[in-house]
């Protein structure tokens, strides 16, 4: 097993692509109601179970982008989300 040193201030940007990370218009409203929140620290776990603690990075604008899969044959359906997150 091998350890790195923890540093805080790390960004992390969790993105969808074409063809994963679809999420639906709730969840889309949920995630930018949690980044409105100041400073809101959460817990994130990656698929190979690292752990961190983050609060959504703003440096450069918004902690969260969507944008639609396909908004003209289903414009409330499925997003793709860019999360950009910051180690607290």
């Known amino acids: 097993m091998q ?3 923890f540093t805080h ?3 992390i940007v969790l993105s969808g692509n074409g063809e994963a990370g ?4 709730l969840t889309v409203k949920s995630l930018y109601a949690l980044s ?3 400073n809101k620290t959460m817990s994130l776990t990656l698929p ?3 752990q961190f603690s983050v609060i ?3 440096a450069n604008g918004s902690g969260v982008e969507t944008r639609q899969l ?3 044959a289903y414009p409330d ?12």
């Open 3 to 5: 350890e790195e040193p």
């Open 9 to 11: 201030g790390c960004s």
């Open 22 to 25: 679809w999420v639906s218009r």
């Open 36 to 38: 409105k929140v100041a």
């Open 48 to 50: 190979d179970g690292r």
């Open 56 to 58: 959504f990075d703003r």
């Open 70 to 72: 396909m908004p003209f």
């Open 77 to 88: 359906d499925l997003y793709l989300v860019t999360l950009r997150l910051i180690t607290v």
